[in-house]
Antibody
Framework: EVQLVESGGGLVQPGRSLRLSCAAS????????MTWVRQAPGKGLEWVAN????????YYVDSVKGRFTISRDDGKNSLYLQMNSLTVEDTAVYYC????????????WGQGILVTVSS | SVLTQPPSASGTPGQRVSITCSGS????????VYWYQQLPGTAPKLLIY???QRPSGVPDRFSGSKSGTSASLAISGLQSEDEADYYC???????????FGGGTKLTVL
């Protein structure tokens, strides 16, 4: 059974950093693109970043470029999102998802983890 | 959102409802469309992939279509458990980004 479990969320002050992790099981993560999608409270879905199987092709939404870094460690079946210079606008539930390609095909999702940026 | 959806839709049990998703030549016009269902308090779930394909386990009451720069999700035989938020999504070749529509809240009256 495919499972994705996010961790590392919580309350953080503006300007600080946070690292999210996503533990994958039930499939060989090294053979898939992986992605992060977020959802601000009461708002819609917003794609954040994608990473190719070998980690050499990355895409980000403009609002996080230069602040967030997506990475993966397939030896640990894990996906990461390093978030720096956080702002209140980054407050959201962050989902990791398995992607079939670089596009919008996300076939399995984690349960999500809340990140709250507040002073 | 660059992908435009109506904010709300509604129908009575047994009815057919349709949700539209309007994009442009750099996204829906040249790439596949995907639809996601998000039940209250849960993670999104893939409902339709590659414009009109249903993943295993998704009832055939759900169908997708695409024409030009627009796409549609149709739900026939509406049921109370279909009450959820629905999102379309597509890759954009100009932005090098995945776009989601703003979401449509479906209410079953």
């Amino acid at each position: 059974e495919v499972q994705l479990v996010e961790s590392g969320g919580g309350l953080v002050q503006p300007g600080r950093s946070l690292r999210l992790s996503c533990a994958a099981s039930g499939f060989i993560s090294s053979t898939y693109w992986m992605t992060w999608v977020r959802q601000a409270p009461g708002k819609g879905l917003e794609w954040v970043a994608n990473i190719r199987q070998d980690g050499r092709e990355l895409y980000y939404v403009d609002s996080v470029k230069g602040r967030f870094t997506i990475s993966r460690d397939d030896g640990k079946n894990s996906l990461y999102l390093q978030m720096n210079s956080l702002t209140v606008e980054d407050t959201a539930v962050y989902y990791c998802a398995r992607a079939q390609d670089y596009g919008a095909h996300f076939d399995y999702w984690g349960q999500g983890i809340l990140v709250t940026v507040s002073s | 959102s660059v992908l435009t959806q109506p904010p709300s839709a509604s129908g009575t049990p047994g009815q057919r409802v349709s949700i539209t998703c309007s994009g442009s030549s750099s996204n829906i016009g040249v790439n596949h469309v995907y639809w996601y269902q998000q039940l209250p308090g849960t993670a999104p779930k893939l409902l339709i992939y590659v414009n009109d394909q249903r993943p295993s386990g998704v009832p055939d009451r759900f169908s997708g279509s695409k024409s030009g720069t627009s796409a549609s999700l149709a739900i026939s035989g509406l049921q109370s458990e279909d009450e959820a938020d629905y999102y379309c999504a597509a890759w954009d070749d100009k932005l090098y980004a995945v776009l989601f529509g703003g979401g449509t809240k479906l209410t079953v009256l």
